[in-house]
Nanobody, 118 residues
C-alpha cells in the first residue's frame, strides 16, 4: 500500500502563485508515474499534469489549460512531486489530487483545496 499526502493548497489572488507538494511512501518512488488531477464543483476530475518515472527527472505532460503556467517536477530523494502553479486564474479553483501509479495500480491522496479569488 502506497500512502499519498498532498499539501500546499490555499487561497490566492488571480495572477498569484502556489506550489503544491505530494509525498508518497515506498522505497521505489523513482519508479512511480506521478500525476496531479483537479476537480472543481460540479465537474469531473481532470488530469492537470503528470511525470513519468524515467530517470532523475522524468517526462512531463500537461493539460492545455495549464501549459506555460504550471510545472510538475519530482525529487526522488525526497519521495516528493511538486506542482508549481503560476499566473493562477479563478478557473483553476478546485480540489487538487495527487496520484501515484505503479504497475497499473493507482493510489490517491485526499486532496488539497486551491481557491483563486480576489
Amino acid at each position: 500500500q502506497v500512502q499519498v499526502v498532498e499539501s500546499g493548497g490555499g487561497l490566492v489572488q488571480p495572477g498569484g502563485s502556489l506550489r503544491l507538494s505530494c509525498a508518497a511512501s515506498g522505497s521505489t518512488f523513482s519508479r512511480y508515474v506521478m500525476g496531479w488531477y483537479r476537480q472543481a464543483p460540479g465537474k469531473q476530475r481532470e488530469l492537470v499534469a503528470d511525470i513519468t518515472s524515467g530517470g532523475r527527472t522524468g517526462r512531463t505532460s500537461y493539460a492545455d489549460s495549464v501549459k506555460g503556467r504550471f510545472t510538475i517536477s519530482r525529487d526522488n530523494a525526497k519521495n516528493t512531486v511538486y506542482l508549481q502553479m503560476n499566473s493562477l486564474k479563478p478557473e483553476d479553483t478546485a480540489v487538487y489530487y495527487c496520484r501515484a501509479q505503479i504497475t497499473s495500480i493507482n493510489y490517491w491522496g485526499q486532496g488539497t483545496q486551491v481557491t483563486v479569488s480576489s
